[in-house]
């Protein structure tokens, strides 16, 4: 016991270890790549956030003028959330969740812009994220077809 402590608190002071040990805690570091509840369609940027990573943590400006906000504490863990970047939300909606999606279209701004791009968000992107924060369909142009799609073939919703 008095090794181990002594080596830990060692390894602890680097950096590297850290990160590794806050990563595991907090369980940001869990991720889902190939998960049949994971898709990216084409296009999406090599670095982006895509399907089975956790969204990153931002604070962005929700509305043209209010406040940079922490994007996490306006979500809903018991709603999928669709985020939408530098494009709008189609006029109907995306058919197939209802009242258990939640839309988010993050408007354009300079606060927004530099922390999106700080997290590797592409300027045109959209993200569908499951409840728990991790990203179920990702990509570049919202193609409300292929959010249905997901939604009845790898969710099974109908």
Request: glycine share 10%; net charge positive.
């Amino acid at each position: 016991t008095r090794i181990l402590a002594k080596a830990m608190a060692l390894a602890m002071r680097l950096e590297r270890i850290q990160k590794l040990a806050f990563l595991t805690i907090s369980q940001t570091g869990i991720g889902y790549p190939n998960s049949p509840l994971s898709e990216t369609l084409p296009g999406l940027p090599d670095g982006a956030p895509g399907a089975g990573d956790r969204f990153p943590w931002v604070r962005l400006k929700l509305s043209a003028n209010g406040p940079t906000e922490d994007f996490f504490q306006k979500l809903d863990d018991t709603r999928f959330a669709l985020i939408l970047i530098g494009q709008a939300a189609p006029p109907g909606g995306v058919p197939g969740l209802g009242d258990r999606l939640r839309t988010v279209v993050i408007p354009s701004d300079p606060i927004n812009d530099r922390e999106l791009a700080r997290v590797g968000v592409p300027p045109t992107a959209f993200y569908l994220l499951r409840p728990d924060g991790h990203v179920g369909l990702a990509g570049v142009r919202l193609e409300p077809a292929a959010v249905t799609r997901y939604i009845t073939e790898r969710l099974n919703l109908r």
